[in-house]
Nanobody
Framework: QVRLTESGGGLVQAGGSLRLSCAAS????????MGWFRQAPGKEREVVAA????????DYADSVKGRFTISRDNAKSTVYLQMNSLKPEDTAIYYC??????????????????WGQGTQVTVSS
């Protein structure tokens, strides 16, 4: 089973940038889609971005399109989230998740799981 560890969060001013990393251990990282999700206080967890197992297909929430970029390095079993032009509304705990099924070309977000401990992102105005 894949174990995920997120890192890279922090406190940044509005307009700044952060790069999140999610390292995977165990399981079969390279054949599964990966996603970044976030949860703000009092809100449900929402998907931010996802990337297919081979890196060919990506998907973004409308709220982050043009500002965030997801990428992966299968040799390092790591997925990244480059976040630019950060806004206060991006403040949340960010989690990465892995698709429970392999080699899928479509993202089924309810099938993502194996959450790590998350990393806090705080954007000040």
């Amino acid at each position: 089973q894949v174990r995920l560890t997120e890192s890279g969060g922090g406190l940044v001013q509005a307009g700044g940038s952060l790069r999140l990393s999610c390292a995977a251990s165990g399981g079969t990282f390279s054949i599964r889609s990966m996603g970044w999700f976030r949860q703000a206080p009092g809100k449900e967890r929402e998907v931010v971005a996802a990337i297919s197992w081979n890196g060919v297909t990506t998907d973004y929430a409308d709220s982050v399109k043009g500002r965030f970029t997801i990428s992966r390095d299968n040799a390092k079993s790591t997925v990244y989230l480059q976040m630019n032009s950060l806004k206060p509304e991006d403040t949340a705990i960010y989690y990465c998740g892995v698709d429970s099924k392999a080699f899928r070309r479509t993202f089924y977000y309810t099938d993502f799981g194996s959450w790590g401990q998350g990393t806090q992102v705080t954007v000040s105005s």
